[in-house]
């Protein structure tokens, strides 16, 4: 049996505006097994980042964890205290953002942001952290180290920002890295340099990852698993080959229609018609709904349940079992 | 960094002698000060009147002018006044005048700086609370009001009504220096300076701390700020490092232009307070067409502003690093 590093259960984090009560995250369920990595997957607004804000507890105020559970290595991190949690931050649980031109401050040389993250965690001299910024330089295969860590940020490139923003979440060996879109940003070329890069890492470093993106491309070659969200709520859940080739969710297949592929060699890019909804007021029964090429009477007015359908594979479908959906991948792979 | 310095340095001289010419030639266009010396006595005949202008050299062509006061200004030399005690060198009566004036701008400038900047981060940070309402309305209120106003109620308030303070001027006008109000003249300095510096600072800090709390806000929005936060730093240290020294850049810019309107706005402050400073003198300079005295506050007034504006981008250089660079 897999250990399991973290499980969130049935986690709600609303946002109090003023326009009303926006369900950014509503009832998500996620498992992230030791030594693996999550792919989370879904559009702009499906509430992955606020996801992961809510797993290290940094979600940015008007938004409030309601409801659920958050176990990290069998605690509650819903019930810690803001002390106990910033010794978990970066220590245990690292994050990378998406945008490494605004996730390094600007206005600090590089060094100084590294040293002093690695020595709030870490009880070392300054002149010993900053050796191992240096390392950790290395690590993430930054050319000329021992220079280019007295530069300001806007003096990098974004690949290196990156490599720097990575170098930081890395300054302490966590446990678990959760990296937001870490590619989004970046040119294609060193979109893969940097996706190479993190998986090296990974396997070296023996972490569990949690990789948030909108780009099923990049999971495809990453993720062990996925877990597809949808407007604050957790579609399906599989394998990536599963999730891939046997889809058993209509926005599942929708998103994979949605990739541009050469290999594919379809005329026109397929879209999702419509966007993602107001999650103030979401649409009632099965959010999907009013987008959905499949739905019926039944989808507007009844929540689906998640609900394992085969092992390790998790819908939350009224007629998964019902349509038969097939992936533009071609056939069903078992 | 030195280079940035000499660079900023470099821009002011041309800056200066554009400030100068402007206001040289504003005078000359704004009467004709012989007229105004002469006006009291009907007998006096025309050729003392020349010679009146021959002395004083206003019978010369304007740019003539311009470049003998130039000259002279080289030498260290503002010539000497027209209507004030009797001629003197406006040197010798800015010397005189110019300390009041620093040390009311500068203590006020100071207290606002120190006050407006924590009550704005904490404004900040508890956005939207009875705190922050009231903050912000109070600052509002500050921003809106001009500071003659504020002076005139302040007077009414504090000297008229609770008698706790003088209305105005410099120091209590005795000749034994045992009968001061407080025993000594520096705490009499004081009490004379408790009103006008209040007023003063309500003012400077009323738009200060609107600036810091918006700054403040902006920037606690920014990625760098989470990112800070997820590495496990304490809410502290986010604060005050990381979001603090990204706040303070739009508020040394504005403190540095604002250094130089306050001087500007001297004339009103000291005269509602009665305050032997250099804004009054140039008040009364400029109803007696005193050229010189205009023209030797403009210059002081100008240098000042000048290395205010230097101040500032030196210390926005050292904040902001993006700026050095460049």
Known sequence: MVKKILKIENLKTYFYTWAGIVKAVDGVNIDVNEGETLGLVGESGSGKSVTALSIIRIVPSPGKIVEGKIIYKGENLVEKKEKTLQDIRGKEIAYIFQDPATSLNPVFTIANQLVEVILRHQKISKKEALEKAIELFRLVEIPDPEIKIWNYPHQLSGGMKQRMAIARALASQPNLLIADEPTTNLDVTIQAQILELMKNLKKKLGMSMILITHDMGVVADTADRITVLYAGRVCETADTKTIFYNPKHPYTQALLTAVPSLALKTEKLNVIPGSIPNLIKPPKGCRFHPRCEYAQQICTKKIPELTEIEPGHKVACLRATEINLKSPLGGSNN | ?326
């Open chain 2, 1 to 326: 960094m030195s280079r940035y310095i000499i660079r900023r340095l470099l821009y002011l001289i041309p800056l200066f002698l554009g400030i100068l010419i402007i206001v040289f030639a504003a005078t000359r266009i704004a009467g004709d000060p012989v007229r105004l010396m002469t006006a009291l006595n009907p007998h006096i005949s025309e050729q003392s009147r020349i010679n009146l202008a021959h002395y004083y050299g206003l019978d010369q062509p304007i740019y003539t002018q311009f470049f003998m006061y130039l000259s002279q200004m080289m030498a260290g030399d503002l010539g000497n006044s027209y209507a004030i005690r009797g001629g003197i060198e406006v040197t010798t009566l800015i010397g005189d005048y110019i300390g009041p004036t620093m040390q009311l701008q500068i203590l006020a400038m100071s207290l606002a700086l120190a006050i407006a900047i924590p009550v704005g981060i904490i404004s900040a940070k508890k956005r939207y609370s009875k705190l922050d309402m009231t903050v912000t309305t109070t600052s509002l209120l500050g921003t809106c009001i001009p500071v003659f106003y504020m002076g005139i109620i302040a007077i009414i308030v504090f000297s008229y009504i609770l008698g706790w303070f003088p209305p105005g001027s410099y120091i209590t006008q005795i000749s034994d220096t045992r009968n001061y109000f407080l025993g000594n003249p520096t705490l009499d300095i004081l009490w004379h300076m408790a009103v006008p510096t209040g007023v003063l600072t309500f003012a400077i800090l009323a738009p200060i701390v609107l600036l810091v709390r918006s700054s403040m806000l902006e920037v606690l929005k920014q990625d760098y700020i989470l990112a800070a936060r997820a590495s496990g730093l304490s809410e502290r240290v986010v604060i005050y490092k990381h979001a603090l020294r990204n706040a303070l850049i739009p508020v040394v810019t504005y403190a540095g232009i604002y250094f130089g309107g306050m001087l500007a706005g001297a004339p009103i402050t000291e005269t509602v307070f009665n305050w032997p400073g250099l804004g009054r003198l140039f008040v009364q300079a400029t109803t007696k067409l005193d050229f010189p005295v205009i023209m030797g506050i403009t210059v002081v007034i100008t240098i000042m502003t000048l290395i205010a504006n230097l101040i500032t981008d030196i210390t926005y250089g050292y904040i902001d690093p993006r700026i050095r660079m460049e």
